[in-house]
């Protein structure tokens, strides 16, 4: 299983926070989408018609978990929880 750093490290991740937009406009991670929790079912098709590895964040990783979660049910296998905002972080390039 590829860790979040190889798979940002490939360019071939989309990284999306499931913070709300008010949260997003605070401070996000770079290039990051905003696609609040309770808005992923209304993205599903977006989300299957994509190749990239999916890496999903929030504020401690609890609600990104909630959607990965979501994402897997919905038969997305390549969706990873990367924790919170300040996990994130970390692994910019």
């Given amino acids: 299983m590829k860790t979040i750093q190889e798979i940002i490290n490939s360019g071939e991740a989309m990284v999306i ?42 504020r401690s990783g609890n609600r990104s978990g909630i959607g990965m979660n979501f994402l897997h049910q919905q038969g997305l296998k390549d969706v990873y929880n990367g924790g919170g905002l300040s996990d994130m972080l970390q692994y910019k390039n």
């Fill in 17 to 58: 926070d499931v913070r709300t937009s008010s949260e997003f406009s605070i401070a996000h991670y770079p290039d990051a989408i905003n696609i609040p929790l309770d808005e992923l079912p209304k993205h599903l098709d977006q989300l299957k018609g994509s190749n990239k590895s999916i890496i999903l964040y929030c």
